[in-house]
């Protein structure tokens, strides 16, 4: 069964460090565009960070200079090191996979297909 495992999250004061990982099993979903999204209560899920099977990388630019997104393919495993995080950081955090493509890849969650359960990131100010 195809399943993306996401942990990590936790509460931190601003200017504080977490490291979200995201579990694939079931296919090998590294080898595809891979992103992470955060949903904040009443807005809409958002991109924050992209990665391609060659390991090329696309950030939101409300995150470009503090977050990293990378894979370890022997894991078959994504993470996202967040670094200086702010207040308006909080949100819901997920993984997805888009199956359909292994580059050009987008920050529309319309794109993404497969989903982990999300992992709450919460900042403190």
């Known amino acids: 069964q195809v399943q993306l495992v996401e942990s990590g999250g936790g509460s931190v004061q601003a200017g504080g460090s977490l490291r979200l990982s995201c579990a694939a099993s079931?296919?090998?979903?590294?080898?595809?565009?891979m992103g992470w999204f955060r949903q904040a209560p009443g807005k809409e899920r958002e991109g924050v960070a992209t990665?391609?099977?060659?390991?090329?990388?696309k950030y939101a630019d409300s995150v470009k200079g503090r977050f990293t997104i990378s894979k370890d393919n022997a894991k078959n495993t994504l993470y996202l090191q967040m670094n200086s995080l702010k207040p308006e950081d909080t949100a819901m955090y997920y993984c997805a996979a888009d199956l359909s493509r292994a580059y050009g890849c987008s920050r529309d969650k319309g794109s993404y297909n497969y989903w982990g359960q999300g992992t709450q990131v919460t900042v403190s100010s």
């Open positions: 079931g296919y090998t979903y590294i080898t595809n565009c």
């Open positions: 990665i391609n099977r060659d390991g090329a990388t």
